[in-house]
Nanobody
Framework: QVHLVESGGGSVQAGGSLRLSCAAS????????MGWSRQVPGKEREGLAR??????TYYADSVKGRFTLSRHDGRDLYLQMNSLQPEDTAMYYC???????????????????WGQGTQVTVSS
């Protein structure tokens, strides 16, 4: 069982920055790849970024160059978000998975465990 707890969300003006954290625990957590997704009410969850156990990272085009993913000691996950825009407003979720598939790495179906989410609001 994997347990994920997000923190670091909040309100910020356009152009600002936030750093999200995800405290990860559970048996063999170091064998899971981890990532962040976000969701706006009424829309599908959007995969943003993922870091594999070998350190490789993958980003959605919508955040590439603005968001940076990192992982500490193979456990806790961080998302540094810069140049935030109003369209980044969403609930952000941390997730973990162990699928061997290499297709559609950011898809929600690739993740088995999810946190409760942390709200990010960007005002213009």
């Amino acid at each position: 069982q994997v347990h994920l707890v997000e923190s670091g969300g909040g309100s910020v003006q356009a152009g600002g920055s936030l750093r999200l954290s995800c405290a990860a625990s559970g048996y063999d957590i170091g064998t899971y790849y981890m990532g962040w997704s976000r969701q706006v009410p009424g829309k599908e969850r959007e995969g943003l970024a993922r870091i594999d156990t070998d350190g490789n990272t993958y980003y959605a085009d919508s955040v590439k160059g603005r968001f940076t993913l990192s992982r500490h000691d193979g456990r806790d996950l961080y998302l540094q978000m810069n140049s935030l825009q109003p369209e980044d407003t969403a609930m952000y979720y941390c997730a973990a998975g162990r699928s061997r598939s290499t297709t559609d790495r950011l898809s929600s179906r690739m993740f088995s465990y999810w946190g409760q989410g942390t709200q990010v609001t960007v005002s213009s």
